[in-house]
């Protein structure tokens, strides 16, 4: 008998028009304001929702611009591989079961699943626990993996920590060895 009544209750309560699921990162994305108890909430923008999906991407690209790392190509990187300079570093993040099959020549292995953490390390901890010196955040850093996937976060993850000279190869283990790029063995 309670079902009822309460089933009114809450139809009566239940918004008439839904917000696309595209909108919400335009709400979320404003700025917050403080209001007093004694105020109303402002009426969220009556938006199409073709209007709000165009907004709702255009936010992601916006966020999205700001953690591209500059894509380089094999016939860049190959070079950076035959003169390795101290100010710059190629960073395998694939795990180390993986660096078995062999590196890009002039690279370091730092996997994807602890970059994060071993960006934050003191530098004499970083060398202790990787064998090499921590990179400062204006070193120029190349990020590849086995496909391209990993690299884009690993410089995504770089980027917040702070890092500025980020390059990705997105090309990767597969594209180095696919064009006979030389094998430098762990």
């Known amino acids: 008998m309670l079902r009822i009544p309460a089933l009114r209750v809450v139809r009566a309560f239940r918004p008439q028009t839904a917000i696309p699921r595209t909108a919400i990162p335009i709400f979320a994305a ?11 909430t402002p ?11 165009k907004a709702a991407q255009k936010l992601s690209d916006d966020l999205q611009r700001d953690w591209d790392a500059k894509v380089i190509t094999y016939e860049e990187l190959l070079p950076k591989t035959q003169s390795p300079s101290s100010d710059s570093y190629l960073i395998d993040v694939r795990e ?10 002039s690279a370091v292995n730092l996997p994807l699943s602890g970059l994060s953490n071993s960006l934050h390390l003191l530098p004499d901890a970083f060398k202790a626990q990787h064998g090499f ?8 850093l190349t990020f590849y993996c ?3 996937m990993r690299s884009t976060s690993a410089s995504d993850v ?25 094998k430098a063995k762990q």
């Open 133 to 140: 010196e921590k990179p400062k955040k204006s070193q120029e």
């Open 43 to 53: 009426e969220p923008e009556k938006l199409t929702p073709q209007q709000a999906f």
């Open 30 to 40: 404003r700025t917050l304001q403080r209001f007093e108890s004694t105020q109303s």
């Open 96 to 105: 180390r079961e993986e660096v078995i099959q062999g590196m890009i020549p």
């Open 146 to 148: 086995r496909s391209g």
């Open 158 to 182: 770089a980027k917040r920590n702070g890092y500025t000279n980020i390059l990705n190869y997105k090309g990767s283990w597969l594209e180095w060895v696919e064009k006979g790029g030389e």
